[in-house]
């Protein structure tokens, strides 16, 4: 969705992956190139991540559950220009093709590709997981709906059992920017 003023909101949706408590290089990247940036968490990704400064990072309250009734409403990520989920899971990947919605996240990701707007995945996934059928027909199916997954040959890959925090600073934030960046 786009907006009168010159602002570019960004939405990103951090799952609770290796990457997680570095996401703060996204933000960075994001803000460097003039978006503005609302955080969303997975319950395991707000376990990993640094909220408070984050938060202030952001200048934006990090979301990770549904607003309780009768609460002010929060800025709504509806109105975000473009969305990133990095890092994704195996587990938000496969609930995300097959339509479960039983998180904020997941319902934020999932509104967002029905509106149609950009929508960015970056895995971090080990390969036995990727091997997986259920994963690559999950990356297939989001991948027909748009949806820019940052996987595969000549992009980012899955790392072998164990060793993912050897993956982790070389892990292509600016990939899942550049992916959800109007030319």
């Known amino acids: 969705m786009s907006h009168p003023s ?10 609770g992956a290796g990457p997680a408590p570095h996401v703060a290089t996204l933000v960075s990247l ?41 609460t002010p409403r929060l800025r709504s990520s509806a109105t975000a220009d473009a969305l990133i989920v990095a890092p994704a899971t195996y587990n938000t990947i496969n609930k995300l093709a097959l339509g479960v919605n039983d998180t904020y996240a997941l319902n934020v990701i999932a509104e967002s590709i029905g509106y149609g707007t950009p929508v960015s995945i970056l895995p971090f996934v080990n390969s036995a997981l990727a091997a997986r059928r259920p994963f690559e027909r999950a990356v297939a199916a989001l991948r027909d709906e748009g ?15 164990g060793t993912g925090g050897q993956h982790l600073a070389t892990f292509p934030w600016r990939a899942a920017l550049a992916a959800v960046t109007p030319q």
């Open 6 to 15: 010159n602002t570019k909101n960004l939405c990103v949706v951090v799952c």
């Open 30 to 70: 994001a803000q460097a190139d003039g978006w503005t940036v609302r955080l969303i968490a997975t319950p395991a990704g707000l376990e990993m991540i640094d909220t408070a400064a984050l938060e202030q990072q952001s200048g934006a309250p990090i979301r990770a559950h549904f607003q309780q009734a009768g």
């Open 147 to 161: 949806v820019q997954i940052i996987y595969g040959p000549g992009q980012w890959v899955a790392h072998p059992r």
